[in-house]
């Protein structure tokens, strides 16, 4: 059965342009970047003043000497993942524009008239630039519908499988190559230095650890949906024993992994402040405000600026506001446009 549904995937994908012939870094070309010293840094512009705040920070808390030191279990790094490490303006995050496909273009899956109905939505606010939480609520409650029933792991291959389309806007470039190549190297280098790395996302928990496992991260923290037994059906879990002919399968939404949850989901996951935040939004400040007040540690918090309108979907004056956000909460700004040296790689261009 499983292979029967892989087959269909792919055949769905392959209609939709999947597998066109992209000239970005590949996936485990991404994977493969190392920064172990400052010095390897290739990625950024070379006299980026947000990466020099970064490598003196390090230096500073990892110096055994320095008052500011920090211990190896307690050097945890938090980072957003839409517009911080990876696209989010094409036109938006991939996990909501994987939902759309699935409920309004894939060809092998008929959706119900409420999930076309809340697709369709979803897709308007996209487009028009109008997102908002009722729209969100919405892809959460229908996305869940969506994809029940898959197991984890018909999950994952659907996701991988997604990951090969095209981006949209943009020429050589695909899903799962959409990374901010700089941003790859910031966390290749905190993980040389011994800290632990946590993404905290607004995006589908299972579709972030997919489209991010090339990374081996710490932990991933997103929108959480609930996994039940197929002869489960409302018994609480409880009262409830795995069957030996049961599948695991997704269920019904839990919790939108932002503002305030991303703080809620952070505490009972990592279970510590951590000392490093990444973000890029408003919706961001929650989880940077709770790993820099209070803290033991001497703490640093950088905002991605999305600023770039030639090499990227900059939007101007989203940005101001950002640069605003960040200069009056003590953030450090990194603009897309300064202090990267690329984006994607400079085969990766803005369609004309």
Not at 143 to 153: D, P, R
Not at 270 to 281: E, T
Not at 331 to 343: A, L, N, P
Request: charged share 30%; glycine share 6%; proline share 2%.
């Amino acid at each position: 059965m499983r292979k029967k549904i892989l087959a269909a995937i792919t055949a769905g994908l392959i209609a939709f342009g999947s597998f066109g012939v992209a000239d970005a870094m590949p996936r485990d070309q991404i994977a493969a970047i190392q920064v172990k010293k400052a010095k390897d840094f290739k990625y950024w512009a070379k006299d980026s003043a947000a990466k020099q705040k970064l490598i003196e920070y390090v230096a500073d808390v990892t110096n055994k000497k320095s008052k500011n030191f920090i211990p190896v279990e307690d050097r945890i790094a938090v980072f957003d993942v839409d517009g911080t490490i990876a696209c989010e303006t094409a036109p938006f995050c991939f996990d909501f524009m994987m939902f759309v496909y699935r409920a309004l273009d894939d060809p092998n899956y008929f959706a119900a008239a409420q999930d076309k109905s809340n697709a369709e939505a979803v897709k308007a606010a996209i487009y028009n630039k109008k997102m908002t939480n009722d729209v969100r609520r919405k892809h959460c409650a229908s996305n869940a519908s969506v994809f029940a029933g898959m197991t984890a792991e018909e999950y994952a291959d659907y996701t991988r499988n997604y990951l090969k389309t095209p981006v949209e806007g943009f020429d050589n470039l695909k899903v799962g190559e959409a990374f901010y190549l700089p941003m790859i190297e910031v966390i290749s280098y905190l993980k040389a230095n011994n800290f632990k790395i946590y993404l905290v996302s607004g995006a589908d928990r299972d579709y972030l650890r997919t489209s991010t496992e090339i990374f081996n991260v710490d932990g991933t923290i997103g929108t959480d949906y609930r996994y039940v037994a197929t002869n489960q059906g409302e018994i609480d879990g409880m009262d409830y024993t795995l069957k030996p002919e049961d599948k695991v399968i997704r269920g019904d939404f839990v919790s939108k992994d932002i503002n305030m949850n991303k703080v809620s989901n952070m505490a009972r996951e990592i279970g510590k402040k951590p000392v490093l935040a990444f973000g890029n939004s408003t919706g961001d400040s929650s989880m940077i405000n709770f790993s820099m007040r209070g803290n033991k540690y001497r703490t640093m918090a950088f905002f991605v600026i999305c600023d770039d309108v030639e090499r990227e979907f900059g939007n101007v004056d989203k940005a101001n506001k950002c640069k605003k956000l960040a200069d009056d909460s003590g953030w450090v700004k990194i603009s897309m446009r300064d202090d990267f040296k690329t984006i994607y790689g400079d085969n990766v261009t803005l369609s004309k």
